[in-house]
């Protein structure tokens, strides 16, 4: 995916986001795409995954996602 699609792709997933917040997958899809998003999309993703370990901690693709995320460094 080229960084135009993922910036459109973080842009919709914003949006579910906001308009389903019980629906944990779009928040989980919004922090991978934020993750491609550079340094500062970087952190952002991984304090989405913070919350969603936190909310779901019995999702393990949650847990092994903010595991990639904190072992890929700054």
Same mark, same amino acid.
């Given at each position: 995916?080229? #960084?135009?699609?993922?910036?459109?792709? +973080?842009?919709? %997933?914003?949006?579910?986001? @906001?308009?389903?917040?019980? +629906?944990?997958?779009?928040?989980?899809?919004?922090?991978?795409?934020?993750?491609?998003?550079? #340094?500062?999309?970087?952190?952002?993703?991984?304090? %989405?995954?913070?919350?969603? +370990? @936190?909310?779901? #901690?019995? @999702? #393990?693709?949650? +847990? %092994?996602?903010?595991?990639?995320?904190?072992?890929?460094?700054?």
């Amino acid at each position: 995916m080229t #960084p135009p699609e993922i910036g459109r792709a +973080v842009t919709l %997933l914003e949006r579910l986001t @906001a308009d389903y917040p019980r +629906v944990p997958e779009y928040k989980h899809l919004l922090a991978c795409c934020c993750r491609e998003t550079g #340094p500062s999309g970087r952190k952002r993703g991984v304090a %989405l995954m913070r919350e969603l +370990v @936190a909310e779901y #901690p019995q @999702a #393990p693709d949650y +847990v %092994l996602d903010l595991c990639e995320a904190l072992a890929s460094g700054p």
